[in-house]
């Protein structure tokens, strides 16, 4: 037994050394035609990264030359099956540039998106790359509304949308929870939840945002100078009527009802307050008027 594997694993290193020595044959050799064809061997047998390198070598040397379109072609797709999607983006989009009247044209403009889409980051990072992966799809599908793809770019943008609809949820939840009774915070908290209700209309967080938009703005006014107090639980009752009108049956209701109620008492306190002030300013101006006009 021990025999045989011993005899398998010579074998395959000898051939993996001739298929080695074959393929640095192929490097060294002056013939353009040569390497051509090599790179389009290993290609068709889905050894991407070997044909990849041929077609870099030789490419440079093909222009003018009929074999040039598809070589540039397949080149691209070696940088794509061997996750280089920067690459790919790159060489897909010069293809479909250089050869704009090629049959392979539209899929080469499908496939620089589609690299972008493959190259997306993780949702907790900067979405530059998500959202020139949509803008891409979405431009492909505008100039080629009939697609083969149509179906596919459109799940794809659905998906990459979702990605930056969760880094907007965890950036609007991480204001809040970072400091929740520091006012800049707070106030970024608000504006990230209302950008994100507007940007997500139809987000399953959405139930949620109303929630923490209403403790946000409540707790706002609770920290801030008492000139400003009024119109910040002012607003935080009308983000509370928004979230009964939008979630009636929401579990946040409670919650969020004694906030509304203390809100509306504390309109309620400070109106008072200014009617009370306003009108101790008038009867001292009427006061005062009154001393200014009597005969001396």
């Known amino acids: 037994m021990k025999l045989k ?9 000898i051939i993996g050394l001739s298929s080695c020595g074959k393929f640095e044959k192929f490097r060294k050799s002056a013939s353009v035609p040569t390497k051509y064809k090599a790179a389009v061997d290993y290609y068709k047998k889905k050894d991407f990264a070997k044909a990849g390198i041929l077609f870099d070598e030789i490419l440079p040397l093909l222009k003018g030359d009929s074999t040039q379109e598809l070589a540039t072609f397949y080149q691209a797709y070696c940088d794509f099956n061997t996750g ?3 690459l790919a983006n790159s060489h897909f989009k010069k293809f479909a540039e250089v050869f704009s009247r090629s049959e392979y044209a539209e899929e080469a403009i499908y496939m620089s998106a589609f690299a972008l889409y493959k190259d ?7 979405q530059t790359g998500t959202l020139s992966a949509i803008n ?18 459109s799940n794809i943008i659905r998906e990459l949308r979702k990605k930056l609809e969760r880094k907007a949820y965890e950036k609007a939840r991480l204001y809040y929870k970072t400091s929740p009774f520091n006012i800049a915070t707070l106030k970024s908290s608000v504006i990230e939840i209302t950008n994100f209700q507007r940007d997500f209309p139809d987000s399953d967080y959405n139930e949620e945002m109303a929630y923490l938009k209403v403790l946000s703005q409540f707790e706002l006014a609770n920290s801030t100078i008492e000139m400003k107090q009024k119109e910040r639980y002012t607003d935080a009752s009308k ?17 969020a009802e004694k906030m509304y109620t203390k809100s509306i008492e504390e309109v309620a306190r400070i109106t008072k307050l200014e009617d009370e002030y306003k009108a101790a300013v008038e009867k001292e101006k009427a006061k005062t008027s009154k001393l200014a006009t009597s005969p001396q």
């Open 239 to 255: 983000f509370y009527l928004e979230l009964v009108d939008k979630y009636p049956n929401s579990n946040y209701l409670k919650l």
């Open 136 to 153: 891409e799809i979405q431009s492909y599908l505008n100039n080629y509304p009939d697609t083969k793809f149509k179906e596919e770019c």
């Open 5 to 13: 594997n011993l005899v398998l694993i010579l074998s395959v290193a």
């Open 120 to 126: 997306s980051p993780n949702f907790n990072l900067d």
């Open 84 to 86: 280089n999607y920067t």
